[in-house]
Protein backbone atom coordinates (compact mmCIF):
# COMPACT_ATOMS: atom_id res chain seq x y z
CA UNK A 1 0.00 0.00 0.00
CA UNK A 2 2.95 2.38 0.71
CA UNK A 3 4.19 1.83 -3.09
CA UNK A 4 0.89 2.73 -4.12
CA UNK A 5 0.52 6.04 -2.33
CA UNK A 6 4.29 6.82 -3.78
CA UNK A 7 2.88 6.20 -7.50
CA UNK A 8 -0.47 8.01 -6.48
CA UNK A 9 1.85 11.41 -4.91
CA UNK A 10 4.39 11.14 -8.14
CA UNK A 11 1.39 11.36 -10.44
CA UNK A 12 0.26 14.33 -8.16
CA UNK A 13 -2.41 13.28 -6.10
CA UNK A 14 -1.64 13.84 -2.40
CA UNK A 15 -1.70 10.99 -0.16
CA UNK A 16 -1.88 10.17 3.43
CA UNK A 17 -1.62 6.71 4.47
CA UNK A 18 -3.51 5.30 7.99
CA UNK A 19 -1.06 2.54 9.38
CA UNK A 20 -1.17 -0.29 12.28
CA UNK A 21 2.27 -1.26 11.07
CA UNK A 22 5.09 1.34 11.97
CA UNK A 23 8.07 -0.53 11.24
CA UNK A 24 6.46 -1.54 7.62
CA UNK A 25 6.17 2.12 7.11
CA UNK A 26 9.33 3.35 7.77
CA UNK A 27 11.00 1.08 5.25
CA UNK A 28 8.36 1.98 2.47
CA UNK A 29 7.97 4.96 3.32
CA UNK A 30 4.65 6.17 2.08
CA UNK A 31 4.52 10.31 1.64
CA UNK A 32 2.46 11.04 4.82
CA UNK A 33 1.29 8.53 7.35
CA UNK A 34 -0.78 8.74 10.80
CA UNK A 35 0.12 5.61 12.62
CA UNK A 36 -2.13 3.88 15.04
CA UNK A 37 -0.64 1.50 17.65
CA UNK A 38 -3.55 -0.85 17.39
CA UNK A 39 -4.24 -4.06 15.62
CA UNK A 40 -4.44 -4.69 12.03
CA UNK A 41 -8.14 -4.55 12.12
CA UNK A 42 -8.49 -1.12 14.16
CA UNK A 43 -7.01 1.27 12.28
CA UNK A 44 -9.69 3.55 13.18
CA UNK A 45 -10.11 2.02 16.84
CA UNK A 46 -13.05 -0.25 17.78
CA UNK A 47 -16.20 -0.95 16.34
CA UNK A 48 -19.12 1.89 17.32
CA UNK A 49 -17.11 4.17 18.61
CA UNK A 50 -17.47 6.84 16.19
CA UNK A 51 -15.64 9.68 18.12
CA UNK A 52 -12.27 7.95 17.67
CA UNK A 53 -13.26 7.39 13.85
CA UNK A 54 -13.86 10.51 13.37
CA UNK A 55 -10.75 11.89 15.49
CA UNK A 56 -8.40 9.44 13.74
CA UNK A 57 -10.05 10.44 10.33
CA UNK A 58 -9.32 14.10 10.75
CA UNK A 59 -6.47 14.03 12.03
CA UNK A 60 -5.30 12.02 8.80
CA UNK A 61 -6.47 14.81 6.89
CA UNK A 62 -4.78 17.78 8.81
CA UNK A 63 -1.70 15.72 7.99
CA UNK A 64 -2.29 15.97 4.90
CA UNK A 65 -2.71 19.64 4.86
CA UNK A 66 0.29 20.49 6.81
CA UNK A 67 2.98 17.44 6.12
CA UNK A 68 6.04 19.18 3.98
CA UNK A 69 8.62 16.70 5.07
CA UNK A 70 7.80 13.60 2.46
CA UNK A 71 8.16 10.51 4.05
CA UNK A 72 6.65 11.59 7.98
CA UNK A 73 5.30 9.58 10.35
CA UNK A 74 2.92 11.20 13.09
CA UNK A 75 1.91 9.25 15.91
CA UNK A 76 -1.57 8.69 16.84
CA UNK A 77 -1.92 9.37 21.12
CA UNK A 78 -4.09 6.95 21.59
CA UNK A 79 -3.12 3.54 24.00
CA UNK A 80 -5.29 0.38 23.27
CA UNK A 81 -7.08 -0.97 25.46
CA UNK A 82 -5.26 -4.39 25.74
CA UNK A 83 -2.21 -6.10 24.91
CA UNK A 84 -2.71 -7.36 20.85
CA UNK A 85 -0.36 -9.53 18.95
CA UNK A 86 -0.12 -10.20 15.32
CA UNK A 87 -1.52 -13.72 14.56
CA UNK A 88 -1.88 -14.13 10.37
CA UNK A 89 -3.18 -17.79 9.21
CA UNK A 90 -0.42 -19.20 8.08
CA UNK A 91 -0.93 -20.03 4.12
CA UNK A 92 -2.66 -22.90 2.78
CA UNK A 93 -1.07 -26.21 2.03
CA UNK A 94 -1.16 -25.58 -1.59
CA UNK A 95 0.62 -22.13 -1.22
CA UNK A 96 3.32 -24.06 0.96
CA UNK A 97 3.69 -26.61 -1.50
CA UNK A 98 3.94 -23.93 -4.46
CA UNK A 99 6.78 -22.21 -2.10
CA UNK A 100 9.05 -24.85 -1.44
CA UNK A 101 8.50 -26.37 -5.17
CA UNK A 102 10.89 -23.16 -6.05
CA UNK B 1 2.67 -1.28 24.33
CA UNK B 2 5.94 -0.83 21.92
CA UNK B 3 4.57 -0.84 17.64
CA UNK B 4 4.44 -4.66 17.05
CA UNK B 5 7.48 -5.52 14.55
CA UNK B 6 6.29 -7.16 12.05
CA UNK B 7 8.85 -7.43 9.46
CA UNK B 8 10.90 -9.83 12.34
CA UNK B 9 7.03 -11.62 13.09
CA UNK B 10 6.43 -12.15 9.50
CA UNK B 11 10.46 -13.03 8.57
CA UNK B 12 9.68 -15.34 12.00
CA UNK B 13 6.26 -16.72 11.60
CA UNK B 14 7.45 -17.77 7.78
CA UNK B 15 10.40 -18.42 7.81
CA UNK B 16 9.42 -21.37 10.04
CA UNK B 17 7.77 -22.96 7.28
CA UNK B 18 10.20 -22.77 4.89
CA UNK B 19 9.47 -19.19 3.38
CA UNK B 20 12.56 -17.14 2.36
CA UNK B 21 12.41 -13.49 4.26
CA UNK B 22 9.85 -11.24 2.39
CA UNK B 23 12.13 -8.58 0.59
CA UNK B 24 10.18 -5.19 2.06
CA UNK B 25 10.88 -2.40 -0.42
CA UNK B 26 13.03 0.25 1.20
CA UNK B 27 13.06 3.86 0.71
CA UNK B 28 15.55 7.01 2.33
CA UNK B 29 12.67 9.35 0.78
CA UNK B 30 9.63 10.19 -0.51
CA UNK B 31 7.78 12.17 -3.25
CA UNK B 32 5.55 14.64 -1.37
CA UNK B 33 2.82 16.34 -3.99
CA UNK B 34 1.24 19.66 -1.46
CA UNK B 35 -2.56 19.72 -1.25
CA UNK B 36 -3.17 22.94 -3.33
CA UNK B 37 -6.39 23.78 -1.48
CA UNK B 38 -8.09 23.72 1.94
CA UNK B 39 -9.45 20.87 3.36
CA UNK B 40 -12.72 22.24 2.93
CA UNK B 41 -12.27 22.44 -0.85
CA UNK B 42 -10.61 19.00 -1.75
CA UNK B 43 -12.49 16.06 -3.00
CA UNK B 44 -11.15 13.07 -0.98
CA UNK B 45 -11.30 9.18 -1.76
CA UNK B 46 -10.71 6.44 0.46
CA UNK B 47 -8.50 3.00 -0.36
CA UNK B 48 -8.50 -0.23 1.51
CA UNK B 49 -6.57 -3.06 1.12
CA UNK B 50 -8.51 -5.20 3.39
CA UNK B 51 -10.13 -7.53 1.55
CA UNK B 52 -13.24 -5.70 1.68
CA UNK B 53 -16.22 -6.38 -0.76
CA UNK B 54 -19.78 -5.23 -1.59
CA UNK B 55 -21.97 -8.15 -0.67
CA UNK B 56 -23.28 -8.17 -4.13
CA UNK B 57 -19.78 -9.16 -5.39
CA UNK B 58 -17.57 -12.45 -5.10
CA UNK B 59 -15.43 -12.19 -1.77
CA UNK B 60 -12.06 -11.39 -1.97
CA UNK B 61 -9.62 -14.61 -1.45
CA UNK B 62 -9.23 -14.66 2.14
CA UNK B 63 -5.34 -16.49 1.85
CA UNK B 64 -4.97 -14.41 -1.80
CA UNK B 65 -1.35 -14.29 -3.43
CA UNK B 66 -0.88 -11.66 -5.65
CA UNK B 67 -3.99 -11.00 -6.11
CA UNK B 68 -4.36 -6.93 -8.31
CA UNK B 69 -7.65 -7.06 -7.85
CA UNK B 70 -9.25 -3.61 -7.04
CA UNK B 71 -12.66 -2.79 -6.72
CA UNK B 72 -14.40 0.16 -7.18
CA UNK B 73 -16.98 1.42 -4.54
CA UNK B 74 -19.91 3.68 -4.80
CA UNK B 75 -19.63 7.17 -2.68
CA UNK B 76 -23.31 6.13 -1.13
CA UNK B 77 -22.93 2.69 -0.49
CA UNK B 78 -24.30 1.06 2.88
CA UNK B 79 -21.36 0.52 5.43
CA UNK B 80 -23.59 -2.69 6.35
CA UNK B 81 -23.57 -3.54 3.03
CA UNK B 82 -19.53 -5.12 2.79
CA UNK B 83 -17.89 -8.43 3.99
CA UNK B 84 -14.10 -8.83 4.65
CA UNK B 85 -12.07 -11.77 3.50
CA UNK B 86 -8.83 -11.41 4.28
CA UNK B 87 -7.00 -14.42 7.02
CA UNK B 88 -4.04 -11.73 7.54
CA UNK B 89 -5.70 -9.93 9.97
CA UNK B 90 -8.09 -9.94 13.02
CA UNK B 91 -11.46 -7.71 11.41
CA UNK B 92 -13.83 -8.72 13.90
CA UNK B 93 -14.41 -5.48 14.80
CA UNK B 94 -14.70 -4.24 11.23
CA UNK B 95 -17.53 -7.14 10.60
CA UNK B 96 -19.81 -5.48 12.60
CA UNK B 97 -18.68 -1.72 11.71
CA UNK B 98 -16.87 -1.21 8.35
CA UNK B 99 -15.76 2.10 9.88
CA UNK B 100 -12.84 0.03 11.95
CA UNK B 101 -10.88 0.03 8.45
CA UNK B 102 -12.73 1.60 5.73
CA UNK B 103 -14.39 5.05 7.31
CA UNK B 104 -16.94 5.68 4.76
CA UNK B 105 -20.09 6.39 7.06
CA UNK B 106 -16.87 9.25 8.71
CA UNK B 107 -15.86 10.30 5.67
CA UNK B 108 -19.71 11.34 4.01
CA UNK B 109 -19.97 12.81 7.74
CA UNK B 110 -16.82 15.33 7.31
CA UNK B 111 -18.68 15.87 3.58
CA UNK B 112 -21.98 16.95 4.79
CA UNK B 113 -20.61 18.93 8.09
CA UNK B 114 -18.06 20.97 4.89
CA UNK B 115 -14.83 19.56 6.63
CA UNK B 116 -13.70 18.22 3.33
CA UNK B 117 -15.11 19.68 -0.44
CA UNK B 118 -16.87 16.14 -0.74
CA UNK B 119 -16.70 12.00 -1.23
CA UNK B 120 -14.79 10.98 -4.56
CA UNK B 121 -17.38 9.77 -7.09
CA UNK B 122 -15.47 6.13 -6.12
CA UNK B 123 -13.78 4.92 -3.38
CA UNK B 124 -11.40 1.48 -3.64
CA UNK B 125 -10.91 -1.96 -2.02
CA UNK B 126 -7.98 -3.95 -3.42
CA UNK B 127 -4.16 -4.44 -3.40
CA UNK B 128 -4.52 -6.98 -0.51
CA UNK B 129 -1.58 -8.07 1.00
CA UNK B 130 0.94 -10.50 0.20
CA UNK B 131 1.43 -9.28 -3.19
CA UNK B 132 4.87 -10.26 -4.61
CA UNK B 133 4.74 -8.81 -7.90
CA UNK B 134 5.74 -5.58 -7.56
CA UNK B 135 6.31 -4.47 -10.55
CA UNK B 136 3.02 -4.98 -11.75
CA UNK B 137 1.86 -2.57 -8.83
CA UNK B 138 4.56 -0.01 -9.43
CA UNK B 139 4.09 -0.11 -13.85
CA UNK B 140 0.45 -0.80 -13.86
CA UNK B 141 -1.71 -1.22 -11.56
CA UNK B 142 -1.11 1.69 -9.28
CA UNK B 143 -0.73 3.86 -12.52
CA UNK B 144 -3.76 2.92 -13.42
CA UNK B 145 -5.58 4.18 -9.56
CA UNK B 146 -3.67 7.24 -10.08
CA UNK B 147 -5.45 7.63 -13.33
CA UNK B 148 -8.13 7.00 -12.55
CA UNK B 149 -8.46 9.04 -9.48
CA UNK B 150 -7.16 11.96 -11.66
CA UNK B 151 -10.50 11.36 -13.71
CA UNK B 152 -12.33 11.76 -10.65
CA UNK B 153 -11.04 14.84 -10.17
CA UNK B 154 -9.30 13.43 -6.58
CA UNK B 155 -7.12 16.07 -4.56
CA UNK B 156 -6.41 13.71 -1.83
CA UNK B 157 -6.23 9.81 -1.37
CA UNK B 158 -6.49 7.92 2.65
CA UNK B 159 -4.96 4.74 2.39
CA UNK B 160 -5.43 2.32 4.71
CA UNK B 161 -3.59 -0.81 4.29
CA UNK B 162 -4.10 -4.48 6.35
Excluded at chain 1, 7 to 31: H, M, N, W
Excluded at chain 1, 36 to 50: C, E, L, S
Excluded at chain 2, 15 to 22: D, H, T
Excluded at chain 2, 33 to 61: H, I, N
Aim: with cysteine; aromatic share 8%.
Amino acid sequence: MGLVCRVVEEAGIATVCVSTGRDITALVKPPRSYFVNAPMGNPFGQAGDVATQTRILRAALSLAMECKDAGRIVDDPMQWPAPFAFNPAPPTAEARERQLRK
Amino acid sequence: MEPIRYVDTLAEKYGALGFPPYDWSRFDDAPLTPLGKPLSACVVSLLTSGGVSRCGMPPFQADARNDLRLDSVAPDAPSNDFRIHDSYYDHADADVDLNCVFPIDRLRELAAAGEIGAVAPRLWSGFMGRIYKRQAVLQDKAPALAEMLRADGVDLLVAVPA
